[in-house]
């Protein structure tokens, strides 16, 4: 039998009293396995085994079988204030979806299970708005070696922060083309100047991760400096930011964002907080 934290990514109901459970887990990365009776016994599954859940996981895998048998899982943190709200509940579901499409199984992702913990333990703390899931995406491409370069161009690697013309963000270089080499590229999308140097503080704070060790293996909190970047995200360069993440996230991600297209606006900008006092 192995044990491992875990964050519950996605579940599925299986005949009358099993589940099918896809987790992000600290020793496996993402797996998927099945709950045998998980719909009766509250003895080994005490409604753990529900999307966003942290929990210690005790499963058991077969040679070449595409599923574990999860055997018990018991609640390392309770997420109770997730539900609380439309914002929270959207928040950690696009969280929870980009993990999912960001993977594929059995790919260790020790990095971004503690983005993806530390996100959500945020979203419980407090209601999020657009710099918390600003953070998020970018600390998850980090995470997950898709770290973007927003100093230097792409094509002759002038440092963009002294160019005055429009600049080009293209997801499939992972980085921008300055005035002169922009026409390099028709894709991605031209970036003003003041949302270059909102990713820029972005990148900034994410770089400065910090390790709590909490015994379930390093935990990063990318949100220590939320506050000043929530300053900084007007709405309108909040918009422009929303859709260069988009940019830089897309061609990592396996199948569309559902939680964009559907709860785009919510997710894009239109939180309270952001809008002009
Ligand atoms: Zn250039």
Redesign the pocket.
Known sequence: MESTPAIVLRTREFGESDKIVTVLSVAAGKFSGIAKGAKRSQRRFPGTLEVFSHVLLEYRRRPHAELAFLERASLLHPWPRILDSLERFTAASHVVELADKMTVESEIGDDLYGVVAATLARINAGEPGPATLRLFELAALNASGYRPELVH??????PLASDRGPIRLVGSLGGL??S??RAQEEGGMLLSAAALECLGLLQTTVGRLVARGNGAGPVFDPFGEEVVVAGRLLPRVAREVATALDVLLTPHLRGRLRSLELLGPVLRGSFRETEPA
Do not use: A, I
């Open positions: 161009c792409r094509g002759c690697r002038r083309l300055c002169l080499c």
